[in-house]
């Protein structure tokens, strides 16, 4: 067979199902709210059950498999079951604990639902394909040895990915009813499940549990077939909405007068974190722009030693590892967040934080909230700039490059940085003003600095699979660490820690 | 000293401020111990009390941002931690407490925002204290007595029931220190202000009843009129070596002189003046409570 590239048509699939979900988010905030809460919860409760589902898969799929053969039943149930109990009871434990503390209301049980499908839509699902898409097409049009392994291997694999137009653009369609299905479900398990909590009724909790069993039907789509498939997940997703918008009819029109009360506290965060967020760029410009300049500078280098390599592999392993260093400077372009935090104790300003209401955990969660918007911009910036350096020097990018990217540095750099910023915070709350390298900054750097390098000592003894087991073990421990830093903070730190000492 | 409240939570029958047997502190260590007293009047409320006496730990305490150890603290019937009580307070430190790197107009917006105040009050408040040429300047630029106006207008954001200055004339010149106590005397119709102040003669000018605290006790919660000061001791500098009539003592390079009050200021100037003495600086020598407390 002749190589040649993917149709692209396979592209819209993923552009079509972000835009949507994207769209569908800015409808909702511009019609009648959607906060960053809501985003963030949507991500805890998705990204917690997603983890917990590969943990549980991972060890027991197979030997399930062997155990029940080819009982499609229980094959169906055990997929179902975890969606139930992992995606639709994690979506409800993340929303009744943050309507503890204050931080959603029930207003916000649509943006909870179609923050869920966000995730799932268009950073897991369409972000990820949308990546895929863009490699393989890149790496096809570059030519070459591997362009040609990577098309035989394809051929094989997904040979609908070289069909015709009128084929591709089936899948497309059958890709955009699927992503649309998913869509109604996560909306109506996530408007539940907030309604549940708003209103201490069970009976929402029990409506929203069931749904979680359309991924039952997932293990018959070879003997529905693909079509037949589709449209039974779209008219099951569908009965879902409708049956979740007619139950809460009532609910909703109470939901924004109900939520009123609660309101100034997710406002006052939102200013907090847009204020210190502007305050960290230009406190931590400096060590923004060196810790980015210094990731292209070592691209170049890179690029410039893969050139010198004269062997058929080494050069495009040598130019495509700077993601392995990108987690070590990004601690660095990330100071910013704390910086602020460290000055506002000083200078007093948490004195009238605190008089006006804002309570410790809000100053924690602006803090941490800051610093990871200062992780995007850094890693975003240096991930492109040295994309787009590989491509000027003459590289060709590959799969690999992509997954160390999307599962070690992406992960490991929000993980350790928010673990470090947690222990800055509370470290430079429980101590006296220290100068220099054992100021609270100083520690925390190699605080954020050491799970960086403990993956990448241990990588050479962890590979493959066993790899990312080691990459998402230690953001696993670091995630559980911030959050369980953000309870006691929350809980036992006092007021007075944040006072300035003048 | 308080007993037996009419205690009615959050309604019009609670006292505006009540302090109720209350100790409170920092990590355990007690600065304020057994503190009583309620406020159900609209006035000024001169908290007095020489440094390290417990006024700032009385302003937090009431803030709600230090727990009391025991007792209750409330305001308007809610307890002062929460979000009831600190919509109907607002509170002046003696620190600034302006985010750093900020200019003035944008650091008033922030704590517009977190208040719950508007655009409006902003230019308001810039209104208010004069602040216009200064709205674009960051607030590490500013002179000691500009970061002091900027900081006072934010109290002046939102309209509340009870407001809590800490020393906010420290570190301003008389003129200035002149200009804020005008603002908190038009800020006090209707209002309960607790203006806490180390100075016994601007203690006077502003306001008519006064707690004074002392090693953390309330010492006296009663009329301003009810303090006696025997004296008032002003310390002359002069730009020679002349002798200065009618002094009856000096103490380093100042001529002291004993007036009845600093209303009496003016004229002491007018006549050493008239004398032909060059002066150079006047201050007061002695704190008055230090007086007050022997």
Redesign the interface.
């Known amino acids: 067979m002749r190589m040649q590239n993917i149709n692209m048509l396979y592209f819209l699939s993923p552009i079509v199902m972000i835009a949507f979900s994207i769209g569908l988010i800015a409808y909702w905030k511009i019609k009648k709210r959607f906060t960053i809460w809501a985003l963030l919860l949507s991500l805890v409760a998705f990204a917690g059950a997603i983890a917990l589902k590969y943990v549980v898969q991972y060890f027991t799929a197979q030997p399930f498999a062997e155990v029940v053969g080819g009982n499609l039943v229980a094959l169906g149930l055990y997929f179902g079951l975890q969606t139930v109990f992992f995606e639709v009871g994690g979506a409800y434990l993340a929303a009744k604990i943050a309507f503890s503390y204050g931080k959603i209301r029930a207003d916000d049980a649509e943006g909870y639902g179609l923050g869920l499908a966000f995730w799932e839509n268009a950073v897991l699902i369409g972000g990820s394909a949308l990546l895929n898409f863009i490699v393989i097409y890149a790496t096809l049009a570059g030519g070459g040895s591997v362009a040609q392994q990577l098309f035989d291997s394809l051929s094989v694999s997904s040979p609908e990915l070289f069909s015709s137009t009128f084929t591709a653009l089936q899948q497309v369609g059958f890709s955009v009813i699927e992503r649309v299905s998913s869509l109604f479900l996560h909306f109506s398990w996530g408007l539940l499940c907030v309604f549940a909590v708003a209103f201490k009724k069970n009976r929402f909790l029990l409506l929203a549990l069931p749904m979680g069993l359309a991924d039952f039907i997932v293990v018959y789509t070879g003997v529905l077939g693909i079509l037949n498939f589709e449209l039974l997940l779209f008219a099951l997703s569908l009965l879902c909405i409708i049956v979740t918008l007619w139950f809460t009819k009532a609910e909703r029109k109470n939901a924004s007068s109900m939520s009123l009360s609660i309101s100034?506290g997710s406002?006052?965060l939102t200013?907090?974190v847009k204020?210190n967020f502007k305050?960290a760029l230009?406190?931590g410009s400096v060590y923004l722009i060196i810790c980015i300049a210094l990731s292209l500078l070592l691209g170049g280098i890179l690029n410039g030693v893969a050139s010198m390599v004269t062997d058929a592999e080494s050069p495009a392993i040598i130019s495509q590892s700077f993601p392995l260093i990108l987690p070590l400077l990004t601690v660095m372009g990330s100071f910013g967040g704390l910086m602020v935090f460290v000055?506002?104790r000083t200078?007093?300003?948490y004195?009238?934080?605190?008089?006006?209401?804002?309570n410790v955990s809000e100053i924690f969660w602006s803090t941490l909230l800051t610093t990871l918007g200062l992780v995007t911009i850094t890693l975003g910036i240096s991930i492109i700039g040295n994309i787009v350096l590989l491509l000027l020097m003459g590289g060709t990018m590959q799969l690999a490059m992509f997954e160390l990217l999307l599962l070690y540095t992406i992960p490991i750099s929000y993980a350790s940085i928010a673990f470090m910023t947690m222990a800055g915070m509370i470290w430079s709350s429980i101590t006296r003003r220290i100068p220099g390298v054992n100021s609270p900054i100083g520690i925390a750097t190699l605080l954020g600095i050491g799970p960086c390098l403990v993956v990448l000592i241990l990588s050479s003894f962890f590979t493959g699979s066993s790899f990312l087991l080691l990459v998402g073990g230690v953001t696993l421990i670091l995630a559980v660490l911030v959050v369980a830093m953000l309870v006691v903070a929350n809980k036992s730190m006092?007021?007075?820690r944040l006072?300035?000492e003048? | 000293m308080v007993e037996n409240y009419p205690y009615t939570s959050g309604t019009s029958l609670s006292p505006v401020v009540l302090f109720d047997s209350v100790s409170s502190g920092?990590?355990g260590r007690k600065v304020l111990e057994n503190v009583s007293f309620q406020i159900d009047e609209p006035a000024i409320y001169v908290v007095l009390g020489p440094n390290g006496a417990g006024k700032t730990t009385l302003f937090?305490t009431l803030?709600?941002?230090?727990?009391p150890y025991s007792g209750r603290a409330e305001i308007g019937g809610y307890s002062s931690e929460s979000?009831q009580a600190?919509?109907q307070?607002?509170?002046l430190?003696h620190?600034?407490?302006?985010?750093?790197?900020?200019s003035v107009i944008?650091a008033l917006r922030?704590?517009a925002?977190?208040?719950?105040a508007t655009e409006t009050d902003v230019q308001r408040v810039i209104n208010i204290l004069d602040l216009g040429d200064l709205s674009f300047k960051r607030f590490g630029q500013l002179s000691q007595g500009q970061k002091k106006r900027v900081s006072v207008g934010?109290i002046f954001l939102k309209e509340k029931k009870v407001y809590l200055l800490d020393e906010p004339t420290s570190n301003m010149d008389p003129k200035m220190a002149g200009d804020i106590r005008d603002l908190v005397l038009r800020l006090s119709k209707d209002k309960v202000v607790l203006y806490s102040s180390h100075n016994l003669f601007e203690a006077r000018e502003i306001g008519s009843k006064v707690l004074v605290i002392k090693n953390g006790k309330l010492a006296l919660f009663g009329n301003i009129s009810d303090i006696k000061t025997e004296k008032y001791t002003i310390g002359v500098r002069t730009l020679g070596a002349e002798e200065v009539p009618n002094a009856f003592g000096k103490e380093g390079d100042y001529y002291l002189f004993e007036l009845s009050g600093p209303q009496e200021v003016p004229r002491l100037i007018s006549k050493l003046l008239a004398k032909n003495v060059q002066i150079r600086e006047v201050k007061e020598m002695q704190n008055p409570l230090e007086e007050l407390f022997k």
Do not use: C, H, W
């Open positions: 100034e406002m006052r200013s907090l204020t305050r230009s406190f000055s506002d200078k007093g300003v004195e009238y934080l605190i008089a006006y209401g804002v006092n007021r007075e006072l300035s003048a | 920092y990590s937090r803030a709600g941002i230090l727990k979000q600190r919509k307070l607002d509170y430190t620190i600034d407490g302006m985010p750093e790197g900020m944008n922030f704590y925002n977190i208040a719950g934010r």
